[in-house]
């Protein structure tokens, strides 16, 4: 039984990994998330599920593409490696504490969102990443929302 796909926004800093990362890279895991609330929404990804992607702390932070879901309930392997930012000491194998999805890239966005764009189009209860002081990482973004991001976002 398919589903109708769900909207998410997930975050990274160009730094780490950008969006030209994952048109080069076509497929990647989205590993290293360590809150729960955000890890939760990992792992309520489904299979077709879209997610924008944006750049963050950079100037200016900005919505600049578009992922979507191939692979759900991966358990992220950055946990239980001591040598990585993300090591999780707690977490073992056998009882891992993070899980992740696998993103395939499906767009570059030739105009990008910046944030203070967003804050024009739309109000923090309409689209989390607005509200002031919002650090999560992966966020829901309700369908007839995304549906503006991406008439916005195409021209």
């Known amino acids: 039984m398919t589903h109708e ?4 926004l997930t975050k990274s ?3 780490d990994y950008s969006i030209d990362d994952m048109e080069r890279d ?5 590993d ?3 809150n729960y609330q955000a890890r939760n929404f990992l792992r ?6 879209y997610s924008f992607f944006y750049h963050s702390n950079v100037k ?3 919505i600049v593409g578009l992922m979507r879901v191939v692979e759900t309930e991966i358990i992220d392997p950055t946990q239980f490696d001591a040598n990585d ?3 999780d000491p707690k977490a073992t194998p056998e009882k891992p504490r993070w899980s992740t999805v ?3 890239f499906v767009e570059k966005f030739t105009q990008p969102l910046t944030l203070d764009r967003l804050k024009v189009l739309f109000t923090p209860e309409e689209l989390l990443v607005v509200k002031r002081g919002n650090r999560l990482s992966v966020m829901p973004v309700e369908t007839t929302i995304a549906a503006k991001l991406l008439i916005e976002a195409r021209g």
């Open 44 to 49: 309520a990804m489904q299979l077709g599920d």
């Open 26 to 30: 076509r497929v990647e895991i989205w």
């Open 102 to 104: 696998r993103f395939e």
């Open 85 to 87: 930012k993300h090591y």
């Open 5 to 8: 796909p769900r909207y998410w």
């Open 60 to 62: 200016p932070p900005a």
């Open 32 to 34: 290293g998330v360590r």
């Open 13 to 15: 800093e160009p730094s």
